[in-house]
Structures are given as C-alpha cells and as structure tokens.
C-alpha cells in the first residue's frame, strides 16, 4: 500500500509564505492525479488544488488562485503546494491524496491511497 505523509506546516504571520510537501512512498506518484485540501475543525475538506498526471493541469479553488501552486515531482515522488500571501483564512490541515484521474473532488480521492494525517497550517493576523 502506498504511503504519503505531508510536511512543511506551520505557523507563519499573515502575508508569509509556506511549502508544503506531500511525500509518498512504496510507489511512484506518475500514475495519479493529485490534489490537496484543507479541513478545520467540524468542517468539510475542502478542495484547494489539484494537478494532472502529466501535470500539464492544473486547478485551484477560488481561494487559492493567485495565491497558491501546485506542482509535482515525480522523480522524487513529492507534490507540492507552494502557498503566498497567506491570510488567516487559510488555517487549516492541510492534506494531499490521489486519485486514478485528474479531479477537484473529494469523493474522488482517499480510495487509493489512505489520507495521511495531514500538516498544520497557522496564520496569524
């Protein structure tokens, strides 16, 4: 089964920047689409980016766009989402998954791949 583990969270103040990654192991991260969300406390996951196999794709939610970028590595089977100007509103876990196509929907993904326990991301105003 394939493992992921996301890092890069933390605590930064407003207008800061974060990296974050999503490392898998076990199998290479070439066969899937791939996406990250964020959930707070006793909310939904929400979609915030996602990234074609070929990783020529990309899409982002509305309060992503501008802000954030997905990409992927696949050489070191790592996904990425480089996060800018970060707000308040962006504290969440953030958490990276799979799926078997390009996709912006939950549903779509945590079957191949088990979610990881994610990162946390803090902003401060």
């Known amino acids: 089964q394939v493992q992921l583990k996301e890092d890069g969270g933390g605590l930064v103040q407003a207008g800061g920047s974060l990296r974050l990654a999503c490392v898998t192991s076990?199998?290479?991260?070439?066969?899937?689409?791939w996406a990250w969300f964020r959930q707070g406390p006793g909310k939904e996951r929400e979609f915030v980016a996602a990234?074609?196999?070929?990783?020529?794709?990309?899409r982002y939610a509305d309060s992503a766009e501008g802000r954030f970028t997905i990409s992927r590595d696949d050489a070191e089977n790592t996904i990425y989402l480089q996060m800018n100007s970060l707000n308040p509103e962006d504290t969440d876990v953030y958490y990276c998954?799979?799926?078997?196509?390009?996709?912006?929907?939950?549903?779509?993904?945590?079957?191949?791949?088990?979610w990881g326990q994610g990162t946390q991301v803090t902003v401060s105003s």
């Open positions: 076990g199998r290479t991260i070439s066969g899937y689409g």
């Open positions: 998954n799979a799926a078997p196509f390009f996709s912006t929907y939950l549903t779509d993904y945590g079957k191949l791949i088990p």
């Open positions: 990234i074609s196999r070929s990783g020529s794709v990309t």
